[in-house]
């Protein structure tokens, strides 16, 4: 749906939003069948002390566009003049990809938030981009390493697939020409090093040969992009043989 923007700030006597923090301080990350529920929390100060929100809305920055449901909220009172209200914004697949208008992908990226707020002697603010934060499509990411077990020196295949969650037919595909890092976790060790850096092929597909030096375990890790989830693979451990 397309969510316009008010052109500007507005309001009566001096009730004011000083903080908003959304989903506290995270990106908000949506797939293609679970609904997502986040925080939008609001600190709002007034002299005649805080009454509530009276609207709240969420939408890309840079297209209008936004699907994100305000459905709840409470405040509470943390001095005579300021209070935290905390409106709940649900998001559900199934309301994204029903969108004629756009490429609901396209709505992925950096969101703003514009909220009116109401103290207790009747003045109100219509508060324009109080917070930006970003909604992101969520992505998956598997490995798997060949042969196992491996002989120390032998030639080791690590194969893997990045895929991310398409919001119009609401189905992961493979996300195509994207940088990410092959880790190597040796064992009897707890951290993990970065080894090199390989693109997905049109399918999303990773593939790199490496030399089996040690037994441990091997992940890819994908940096995310501004409307992309990052996402670290659950690890293929390989011993040598």
């Known amino acids: 749906m397309l969510v316009t923007p008010a052109a500007h700030a507005e309001g009566t006597g001096d009730v004011r939003v000083t903080r908003t923090v959304v989903d506290h301080g995270t990106n908000v990350i949506v797939g293609t069948s679970k609904t997502i529920n986040y925080p939008v929390q609001i600190t709002i100060k007034d002299n005649s002390g805080v009454k509530g929100l009276s609207r709240v809305s969420t939408f890309n920055r840079y297209n209008g566009y936004g699907f994100a449901d305000w459905t709840g909220t409470s405040c509470v009172k943390r001095s005579a003049t300021t209070s935290v209200c905390t409106a709940t914004m649900t998001i559900k697949p199934e309301w ?17 938030v514009n909220a009116t707020v109401k103290a207790k002697d009747g003045n109100y603010w219509i508060s324009d981009n109080i917070a930006q934060y970003k909604v992101k499509r969520a992505s998956v990411l598997v490995t798997n390493a060949a042969p196992e077990p491996v002989k120390r020196g032998g030639k080791l295949t690590v194969t893997g697939r990045l895929t991310r969650a398409n919001w119009e037919d609401r189905k992961y595909h493979g996300y195509s020409s994207q940088a990410v890092t092959l880790q190597f976790k040796k064992a009897g060790t707890s951290s993990y090093k970065s080894v090199k850096s390989v693109k997905t092929n049109g399918s999303g597909n990773l593939r790199t040969t490496v030399t089996a030096s040690a037994a441990g375990t091997w992940r890819w890790s994908f940096p995310g992009t501004t409307s992309t989830a990052a996402v670290t693979s659950t690890g293929d451990n390989v011993k040598l043989g």
Do not use: E, L, P
Not at 97 to 107: E, G, L, P, Q, Y
């Open 96 to 112: 994204i990809a029903s969108s004629d208008d756009i490429d609901s992908n396209k709505v992925a990226g950096v969101w703003q």
